[in-house]
């Protein structure tokens, strides 16, 4: 009788051993893509700004365009 519980109790603790483990690794897994999907985010958010910063160049300079079509076109009429 003693011997089927230990046998029963050595069972349990290896199959939860395992799930453990099993458990473990998908979270690790899911942590990592995670990080990589917030590396790829970031990255995103960097380049996004170097553009915005570009348009924003590219507004400024024919902002200063439309100001001296205007001034030559008041000049006129």
Known sequence: MTGAVIT???ILLVVG??????????RLQ???ADAAAMAAYRKL???STAVQQAVQG????????????EGLLRSVG
């Open 8 to 10: 029963i109790a050595v």
């Open 17 to 26: 051993g395992i799930t453990g483990s099993v458990i473990a690794f998908f």
């Open 30 to 32: 899911r942590h990592r």
């Open 45 to 47: 958010a960097e380049e």
């Open 58 to 69: 590219q507004l400024s300079a024919l902002d200063e365009r439309v100001k001296s079509v």
